[in-house]
């Protein structure tokens, strides 16, 4: 089975600098697909970024971007000039390629990001 | 805003109690997915509906169920409620082509808050 982990419970960036979120992964699929999520106070929960294992690429969204080693299963994100906007829980998760493994996403358990003015 | 609507935002019952929780896709998505947001057991994923139809079962208890009607909202129920089941419980929705299930990406609603007393 699938797992994800984030091992960092807390992080702590002061405005307009770069902070990393680490991610962990174990799969023995070689098709898949990693997303961060935000979820702010409101709990809404909103995608920030996604990478398919296909690519060697790293994604980028504006500010936000990953660094996806896929031989280390590793999925960090960096966020670039942090604003007070960014302050949220932050969550990793992997979706399976493969079609008959449905297309159920598994989170880790969550960073809480806070943004120092 | 996502485009994916949840029905009750709050919801307040007692124990053995049975509630239904209501969700509207995006309009054109086929896909429902249903989630569990608990401080023990963190997000995790419920039951997967595909145009009616159910294709994949998560952790989701036998007290519970879910169907996806033809106007493709949803409904999750949950009965005989223990303490245990207060959470916060989303609906994703993507487009979701059968074929490429796994490049969707999933859109979260807004959340329905239960709390059991």
């Known amino acids: 089975a699938q797992t994800v982990t984030q091992s960092q419970p807390e992080m702590s960036v002061q405005e307009a600098e770069t902070v990393t979120l680490s991610c962990t992964y174990d799969?023995?699929?070689?098709?898949?697909?990693l997303f961060w999520y935000k979820q702010p106070p409101s709990r809404q929960m909103i995608l920030v970024i996604r990478?398919?294992?296909?690519?060697?690429q790293n994604a980028t969204e504006n500010r936000f971007s990953v660094n996806f080693q896929k031989a280390a299963k590793s999925f960090s994100l960096k966020i670039s000039d942090s604003q007070l906007g960014d302050a949220a829980m932050y969550f990793c998760?992997?979706?399976?390629?493969?079609?008959?493994?449905?297309?159920?996403?598994?989170f880790g358990q969550g960073t809480e990001l806070s943004v120092k003015p | 805003d996502s485009g994916v609507t949840q029905t009750p935002k709050h919801l307040i019952t007692a124990t053995g109690q049975r509630v239904t929780l209501r969700c509207s896709p995006r309009?054109?998505?086929?896909?429902v997915y249903w989630y569990q947001q608990s401080l023990d057991q963190g997000l995790q994923f419920l039951i997967h509906?595909?145009?009616?139809?159910?294709?994949a079962k998560g952790n989701i208890l036998e007290r519970f169920s879910a169907q996806q009607f033809p106007d493709l909202h949803s409904e999750l129920n949950l009965s005989s409620l223990e303490l245990g089941d207060s959470a916060l419980y989303f609906c994703?929705?993507?487009?979701?082509?059968?074929?490429?299930?796994?490049?969707?990406?999933?859109?979260f609603g807004p959340g329905t808050r239960l709390t059991v007393l």
């Open positions: 994703a929705s993507s487009p979701t082509l059968l074929q490429v299930l796994g490049t969707d990406t999933q859109y």
């Open positions: 799969t023995s699929e070689s098709d898949y697909y």
């Open positions: 990478q398919e294992a296909y690519k060697q």
């Open positions: 998760a992997y979706r399976s390629g493969v079609y008959n493994q449905g297309g159920k996403l598994i």
């Open positions: 309009s054109g998505d086929l896909s």
């Open positions: 509906y595909y145009n009616g139809e159910e294709r």
